[in-house]
């Protein structure tokens, strides 16, 4: 399955931004997705994931309650709305699709990336 993110940009902090990942080439109804982010300098990190039917989801500590993944299976995409961003969100943000897992060595398929800057 090939996926598309995107949705990124520049944002002060407290404010919100929706991103969204769309999925072609396979049955996107038979993936669990995750979203993971890497910040500069640092190893990528576990942020959201969701079952593929979306009836269950599970996050990271640092972004329960601001963050909620869903995903549309009649869209092909699973979106990551993002709240109450902190400049510590600053990332570039990843979708994955794969196992239900934190692992990213579970997610076999990969987006390009799309950057989060959230400013002070």
């Known amino acids: 399955v090939q996926l598309q993110a995107s949705g990124g940009g520049l944002v002060r902090a407290g404010g919100s931004l929706r991103l969204s990942c769309t999925a072609s080439?396979?049955?996107?109804?038979?993936?669990?997705m995750g979203w993971f982010r890497q910040a500069p300098g640092k190893e990528r990190e576990f942020v959201a994931r969701?079952?593929?039917?979306?009836?269950?989801?599970n996050y990271a500590d640092s972004v329960k309650g601001r963050f909620t993944i869903s995903k549309d299976n009649n869209r092909n995409t699973v979106y990551l709305q993002m709240n109450s961003l902190k400049v510590e969100d600053t990332a570039v943000y990843y979708c994955?699709?794969?196992?239900?897992?934190?692992?990213?060595?579970?997610?076999?398929?990969w987006g390009q990336g799309t950057q989060v800057t959230v400013s002070s």
């Open positions: 080439g396979r049955t996107f109804s038979n993936y669990d």
């Open positions: 969701i079952t593929r039917s979306g009836g269950s989801t």
């Open positions: 994955a699709a794969g196992l239900y897992a934190v692992d990213p060595r579970a997610y076999d398929n």
